[in-house]
Nanobody, 125 residues
Framework: QVQLVESGGGLVQAGGSLRLSCAAS????????MGWFRQAPGKDREFVSAISWTGNTYYPDSVKGRFTISRDNAKNTVYLQMNSLKPEDTAVYYC???????????????????WGQGTQVTVSS
């Protein structure tokens, strides 16, 4: 069982930045593909970013160039640096871990095995 705990959410003005953190309890954290998703009120949960064991990353067009995912395997932590935030980025942000037998990014929500409780990000205009 893997426990994920997100932190770093909050209220920020448009154009501002936030850095989310996700601390994992997994003993073999370095062998999990990690990802961030978000869910706005009344909308489906959507993919935000993903990172493989060794740091390969993938982003949807909606956040590419503004968000950066990274991981520190020594600290069992994954980060999401969010710059140039927009009001449409407002959502609850979730960290997720996927058991992955090979080194790859995982972009599909259904393939993730463990989820954090979420952290609220609100961007005011």
């Amino acid at each position: 069982q893997v426990q994920l705990v997100e932190s770093g959410g909050g209220l920020v003005q448009a154009g501002g930045s936030l850095r989310l953190s996700c601390a994992a309890s997994a003993r073999t954290f370095s062998r999990y593909a990690m990802g961030w998703f978000r869910q706005a009120p009344g909308k489906d949960r959507e993919f935000v970013s993903a990172i493989s064991w060794t740091g390969n990353t993938y982003y949807p067009d909606s956040v590419k160039g503004r968000f950066t995912i990274s991981r520190d395997n020594a600290k069992n932590t994954v980060y999401l640096q969010m710059n140039s935030l927009k009001p449409e980025d407002t959502a609850v942000y979730y960290c997720a871990a996927a058991i992955s037998p090979i080194n790859k990014v995982v972009t599909t929500l259904a393939l993730y095995d463990y989820w954090g409780q979420g952290t609220q990000v609100t961007v005011s205009s």
